[in-house]
């Protein structure tokens, strides 16, 4: 069975300071894709960062970085300086060949001043 | 461009009534979808079709219906509304879905109710 599991149902963090997000998942497939979505108050689901399983080098894109350890089939995203505007549900999911986009139950992140 | 749109963005619907939730995309793509999402929960894929004339089932098919006789439209059809069917609906567009690193681009959302 392909699932994803995101462990913290909701988390905080200081404006300024930096906050991990955790996702496992599980997959007999050897080539995937990795994602995390960002669903802000207004329900609009935003791609914040996105891993190609067969790249071991870690994607950042600016204050998001992930830790993928392919192994262990863990995908979490580290979000650095963190900003008000950072508040949200974020999603990890994950795409294979069978087209079927799989998410996890998602984080609430809170960003407090 | 405007992206993904869907129509409404909120209905209430009667135990067995029938609707159809509308999708467009103005993009080109070829992959479309349509995923549900219940209170507190991740997204679920109910259909996708992978270019106009061709649908698959997800997740979660039961109780829906879809069609593709465009590129642009995407249309998801409920023929007997059940309270279990209560969710937001989302529809959604890649340029290419198999095997891809391709984004995937949401629409807005529909909020439907069953009572």
């Known amino acids: 069975a392909q699932t994803v599991t995101q462990s913290q149902p909701e988390m905080s963090v200081q404006e300024a300071e930096t906050v991990t997000l955790s996702c496992t998942y599980d997959t007999s497939e050897n080539n995937y894709y990795l994602f995390w979505y960002k669903q802000p108050p207004s329900r609009q689901m935003i791609l914040v960062i996105r891993q190609e399983a067969y790249k071991q080098q870690n994607a950042t894109e600016n204050r998001f970085s992930v830790n993928f350890q392919k192994a262990a089939k863990s995908f979490s995203l580290k979000i650095s300086d963190s900003q008000l505007g950072d508040t949200a549900m974020y999603f990890c999911a994950f795409i294979t060949n069978n087209n079927d986009m799989r998410f996890g139950a998602g984080t609430r992140l809170t960003v407090k001043p | ?115």
Request: contains cysteine; aromatic residues 14%; hydrophobic residues 30%.
């Open chain 2, 1 to 115: 461009n405007a992206g993904v749109t869907q129509t409404p963005k909120f209905r209430i619907l009667k135990i067995g009534q029938s609707m159809t939730l509308q999708c467009t995309q103005d993009m080109n793509h070829n992959y479309m979808y349509w995923y549900r999402q219940d209170p507190g929960m991740g997204l679920k894929l109910i259909y996708y079709s992978v270019g106009a004339g061709i649908t698959d089932k997800g997740e979660v098919p039961n109780g829906y219906n879809v069609s593709r006789s465009t590129t642009e439209d995407f249309p998801l059809r409920l023929e007997l509304a059940a309270p279990s069917q209560t969710s937001v609906y989302f529809c959604a567009s890649s340029y290419d879905g198999t095997y891809s690193y391709n984004e995937q681009f949401f629409g807005p959302g529909t909020r439907l109710t069953v009572l």
